[in-house]
């Protein structure tokens, strides 16, 4: 096994000289072997380990971690997680809880050992069950390219070791290891593949069938950094695209796209929530007529004339239409008139007035006759995410004036010879 794992090492270049490796210590047998297999090899080591408190024999582990390390003098650093109420708090299940604070852990004492790497010790059979799991939950062909090798810090260097050629080598080596007794249970879905669909699999067709399985997923990470990169050429701004640029690809490519782009407006973690429905849906929004827009997880899709837009719902949500503005009215022009001063004929002004964002129902008078406010936004080629904060003023669904680059005054309330004549200033935090 150590040759594999060195020769896996090299392979993947996880590795460069004198780099110091943290290596994430359960105290399992694919754990202990990698902390030895790298302890063997002449590798710079330290361990750290995450006691998730979710088990009764969780103290022991650390315990049996803390001699181990202490035994073969490498520095340990030890982490308490709380994981129910970590899973509580960020309405995560149990399985996904414990992971993120595993790598959040994991990173942390990359910077407190001041190393280069963290070395987990998936191997081959995890990454076959991996690929099965992302297969049934329906992930596309990231999923099934299974566990990276190599991940920013990661590091796999058991990635191609089988889970039985770890089990010899532990016997051979005389390993003491900690047997998790909840890998037997099947209530996780990966314990389920791994106790019963993977027994079927192999009987079926093959001992070495998770070997194949893992050196497809192999094959296809070449195709996925292929089609990535394409991607990435391709790809435009992430909140605007170009619906004549994006249909233009093949439908493989323009999934990808739209991808990409929620990725980089709302994150990795936005995607576990986006089904090929909603891609699809966005495509849809695309090809349809302009002002059509679509609500997702997180995010709204609309098209506005040539161009798909995304953008967070934080932005396009309008808790309180009213603005953070004051006005002052004056009968008497103002000293220092501004931008944000503007006249009105003082016997057709009607009180309250207000400062706020678009309602429903707003219409504004023009030369041209009345008209809707969104009419207007349209006649103007607003962007649809300046209309929902660009300042009005008005009295109920009369728009008065509209504070944007035309900078509009309702016809009706315009000053007249003869009348009386009132200014409206508008202070506080304004762009206008």
């Not at 990454?127 to 049934?136: D, G, H, M, P």
Request: overall charge positive; glycine content about 6%.
């Amino acid at each position: 096994m150590l040759t594999q794992v060195t020769k896996t090492i090299k392979r993947y270049n996880m590795l460069a000289p004198d780099e110091s490796v943290v290596v994430g210590l359960s105290g399992g047998a694919d754990s202990v072997s990698l902390l030895f297999a790298l302890k063997e090899i002449g590798i710079t080591l330290y361990a750290t380990h995450i006691n998730h408190n979710l088990r009764s024999a969780a103290a022991g582990d650390e315990t049996f971690v803390r001699q181990l390390c202490k035994d073969w003098n490498i520095p340990l650093l030890v982490y308490q997680a709380d994981v129910e109420t970590f899973a509580k708090i960020n309405k995560l299940g149990i399985e996904e809880a414990g992971r993120n604070l595993r790598y959040k852990y994991l990173h942390q004492s990359l910077i407190h050992f001041n190393a280069k790497k963290i070395a987990l010790g998936h191997n081959q059979d995890d990454n076959a069950e991996t690929v099965l799991l992302n297969l049934f939950r329906g992930t596309g062909l990231k999923g099934l390219c299974g566990i990276p090798p190599v991940n920013g810090p990661i590091i796999r260097p058991l990635i191609e070791v089988s889970r039985g050629s770890i089990e010899a080598f532990t016997k051979k080596n005389k390993l003491v290891c900690i047997i998790d007794e909840t890998n037997n249970q099947s209530d996780y879905s990966r314990n389920f593949i791994r106790n019963n669909i993977t027994p079927l699999i192999r009987q079926h067709f093959g001992e070495n069938t998770p070997s194949t399985i893992a050196r497809n997923a192999h094959l296809l990470r070449f195709e996925e950094e292929a089609l990535e990169a394409i991607t990435n050429k391709k790809k435009e701004a992430t909140n605007k695209i170009n619906i004549k640029n994006l249909l233009s690809h093949p439908i493989a490519i323009t999934r990808r796209i739209i991808r990409q782009c929620i990725h980089d407006l709302r994150g990795e973690s936005a995607l576990k929530d986006i089904t090929q429905q909603h891609i699809d849906s966005i495509i849809d929004i695309a090809k349809g007529q302009s002002g059509r827009e679509v609500s997702l997880p997180g995010f709204t899709a609309y098209k506005e004339y040539d161009s798909l837009k995304l953008c967070s719902q934080k932005e396009t949500s309008i808790a309180n239409h009213k603005l953070n503005l004051t006005f002052t009215l004056s009968l008497t022009p103002p000293q220092n008139q501004t931008h944000c001063t503007e006249s009105f004929n003082y016997d057709m002004v009607y009180m309250p007035l207000e400062l706020r964002t678009r309602l429903p129902g707003d219409k504004i008078k023009l030369p041209g006759g009345t008209k809707k406010l969104q009419d207007y936004f349209t006649d103007t080629k607003t962007p649809k995410a300046m209309r929902d904060t660009t300042p009005l003023l008005a009295h109920g669904n009369d728009i008065l004036w509209i504070m944007d680059k035309h900078n509009r005054i309702n016809t009706a309330y315009q000053p007249v010879e003869g009348q009386r004549i009132c200014w409206v200033t508008i202070g506080g935090d304004t762009n206008v």
